[in-house]
């Protein structure tokens, strides 16, 4: 495929350059040859009752939380709890 000869040629030029411009090299190869994976440093900010919270534990409870209690009451008071014997 074209691709394919052009990601090639780009490697192959790459390569040929290095000695007169390593820094380019290196650049454009470090991320290949890290083995230390990034680390995910994003925090997530909920609003709870007015006030913007980034504390991760509190976020992680009040979504959990949500999820947990979303479907409560859904076919009101006549649906059998599953503890409840049918």
Not at 17 to 38: Q, S
Not at 63 to 71: E, K, W
């Amino acid at each position: 495929m074209i691709i394919n000869q052009a990601i090639k040629n780009y490697w192959n030029a790459m390569c040929e350059d290095m000695n007169n411009n390593p820094r380019n090299f290196y650049n454009t190869f470090a991320p290949f040859l890290r083995t230390k994976p990034k680390k995910d440093k994003s925090i997530i900010s909920l609003n709870i009752q007015g006030a913007t919270h980034q504390d991760q534990n509190l976020v992680a409870r009040e979504i959990t939380n949500y999820f947990c209690s979303i479907a409560d009451h859904i076919g009101g008071t006549d649906v059998c709890c599953i503890t409840e014997a049918l």
